[in-house]
């Protein structure tokens, strides 16, 4: 049984920081990618970021490039999502993601419909 269990999501005025943890269990997923997703209400769920465990392989949606930043430590089987300069827009619940599949291209971090294992999210929320 494959489980992804989020954390770190909270309340935060803007400009402030948040550090999201994914742990994954169940089986290793080594060569595999990890993704952020993250879904506000009355929207779809949209891409945030994404990294391979080797961490060769790094994509960030533009609205959130250079702000935030995918991290993993392999060992702990987890990912985070370091979460700075936070506005406003940022508001929404996010997800982690994996697939246990080879997939090539950029499609396969970006789109979500590309990942079979979900989290049951954390919600941030930014005030301004």
């Known amino acids: 049984q494959v489980q992804l269990v989020e954390s770190g999501g909270g309340f935060v005025q803007a400009g402030g920081s948040l550090r999201l943890s994914c742990a994954a269990s169940g089986r290793t997923f080594s060569n595999y990618p990890m993704g952020w997703f993250r879904q506000a209400p009355g929207k779809e769920r949209e891409f945030v970021a994404a990294?391979?465990?080797?961490?060769?392989?790094?994509y960030y949606a533009d609205s959130v490039k250079g702000r935030f930043t995918i991290s993993r430590d392999n060992p702990k089987n987890t990912v985070y999502l370091q979460m700075n300069s936070l506005k406003p827009e940022d508001t929404a619940v996010y997800y982690c993601?994996?697939?246990?599949?080879?997939?090539?291209?950029?499609?396969?971090?970006?789109?979500?419909?590309?990942?079979?294992?979900w989290g049951q999210g954390t919600q941030v929320t930014v005030s301004s």
């Open positions: 990294t391979t465990w080797s961490g060769g392989i790094i």
């Open positions: 993601a994996t697939r246990d599949y080879s997939c090539s291209g950029s499609g396969c971090y970006t789109n979500f419909g590309m990942y079979k294992y």
